[in-house]
């Protein structure tokens, strides 16, 4: 049912944009990272004053005019003709309009991304989507409102380079002997609120504790893990996750 | 039952006799009433009260609440006269109780103009009173004296422009016939000032601006015509000494805030402690903490007198937790520096020098990229009231620890009426407790209650909290300290030691002073979280 919803919020976006197919789309993904990403940045937002990937450009608003652009250039400006066919170049305008139709969200890589997500990567073992998975690292559902394409690509790489203060995880020793680990909700001068792997949400007092630890991210980095489009589809997947 | 309480209202009303100054200045001998912001002429908020001490207070318990239909932090101090107990609902309802059972008895509701633009909250701190006429000070710059029998207004003075960013927080004090108050409105480029009012008439005594106009001592600290906007507001209660006929008053930064380029030189009176002549407001004496400030280091913090014993006599003092993060002892008969040190972790300065004067540390100012620098520009302190206890000699402190943030520097003009900041210094811990639960590391800071010793500025012992504090303190006669914090704990501790003795949690934060009254001999202590006023009394 939960995969089914997500499934029709993304083909939604899909079939959004009738006038462009996916494998143009998804052959405009591609063109787009070879010519246009170095400069324009993944997200097309790497130049100041420019942002390609919301439908609203500075000197064209029809696909003939942006083919035009990419193809031509733009004189007196740093933009640069492309060495690309018409074809090639509508490829390319048919992948920002995507993007843009979905919110800046390249639908198809995080359709694959998802895919990576909940298999080969296991991340639902230990994060939480939409009600499934985990509950011993952050809920991600909400996530692509919170970070930039960058920032996630980062912790998914390099998972304890940041740690935000509300992540962090928690072990606390009772006096008792027993143990407790899980992910900090909140804490004060006298307790601690945390919720286990199982989702248990357990408030501790302080006094009982013999031992409170902040312990560093138990998140593996999938460095090496994931080939760089896998890594690549996994940030797409995560930028769309964007609540409800 | 329906007799008995009709008997005590007739007994209450009975005693409530004329609130003349003679009763405010000798307010220690009836500890039953809390007669002014600070519990006493001398702001010690200290309480002679006994009932309640470290081997029964196991037995406190709540005996009563009052809700604010307010959704503002509810900063006010009571004050209590012969059972009845008068406070503010934010932002300018006053409202009078029975403080036994905490029924209410009449609101006075007083709708600020739309044009009122205080920086930090449609806060309130509290009431004044004096014979049967309470007054308060409006976030719309007014000044309204209420019969407090019936709630009525009898005079509404406007003391400045709110649309100018004039406002006002604080509660008055009341110094013989007189009415005095200060302006809130740092952040908005005002010229701040200090003003007395006739309690009678509401007719303006004297006013005492705390930047000095042209041709005035101490205009020469200001560059070009930067004291015209050189904010110096006050929103923090002072305090009097009736045998030097001083009052004493804490002003706050100058503007703008993080950018001092234009307004070259000590920028006086701002952040100083001015002495005040009570009867025509001439500046007697000052003391400047923080010289060009750029931290918004306000001194607005309560002025504390004391007598101690020093080095073998009898010393008329004031002490001061002040918000750039060093503590201060001074003699309050002529200004001088006695003691002098960081209560807190400070960078901005290396240490006072022998007049009490900030050395300032190399680099450690505003830049254009942020310059990291401690403390905060919440301060080491800021308004949470401190106390003094004559009975362990300590002084205590609210205090924010370990607390930093990049402070920015940017250019800004002053329009009137328009926030006047020149730059920005945002640290990890919100100034103001939001809807977030506290998750935030400690490497980004902590409350502490700091116990001062004021002959020597050292620490003689501290309790420690996981989140900041933004409550005040109050300590009694039987060694116990109150206070609070933003978690909405409401804690008792040993004021001799700091161990903990009573904790007790109201569901949120803690932004007033704890208070103590007694009713029939009955002792309580009231302290504000969230929207309610909290009494409690042993079982």
New interface residues.
Partial sequence: MLRFSLFVVLAGALCAQPNYRPEDVRAGAQLFSTNCMNCHGPDGEAISGVDLMHGKFRHASTDGELVGIITKGIAGTAMPPASLSDAQAQNIVAYLRSRAASGGVDVAAAMRGRTVFEGKGGCLSCHRVQGRGSFSAPDLSNIGSLRKPAELEKSVVEPAAEILDENRTVRAAANDGTTVTGKLLAYDTFGVQIIDAKGRMISLDKSNLRELTFLSSPMPSYRGKLNPSELSDVVAYLVSLKGI | MTRIAFAFVLSATALSAQVSFERILHSGHEPQNWLSYSGGVESQRYSALNEIKPDNIKNLELKWVFQARSNEKFEATALVVDGILYTVQAPNDVVAIDAATGRVFWIYSYVPSTEARPCCGRVNRGLAILGTTLYMATIDAHLIAIDSKTGHPLWNTEIAKPEAGYAATLAPLVVKDKVIIGTAGGEYGIRGFIAAYDAQTGKEAWRFYTIPGLGEPGNQTWAGDSWKHGGGSVWMTGSYDPDLNLTYWGIGNPGPDWNGDNRLGDNLYSDCVVALDADTGKLKWYFQFTPHDEFDYDSVQVPVLAQVDWQGRQRKVMMWGNRNGFFYTLDRTNGQFLVGKPFTKVTWATGLDERGRPMRAPGMTPSKQGTVIYPGPIGGTNWYSPSYSPHTGLFYIPTWEDYYAPYVKDKDEFKEGQLYFGGSASS?VPPLRGIQ?????EA?GFGVVRAMDPKTGEKKWEY????MTDSGILTTASDLLFTG?R?G?FIALDARDGNLLW?VLLGSHVSSGPMSYSVNGKQYVAVAAGSGLFVFGLR
């Fill in positions: 990890p639960l506290n998750s935030r590391s980004s420690k909290m996981t989140e914090n978690e704990y904790k």
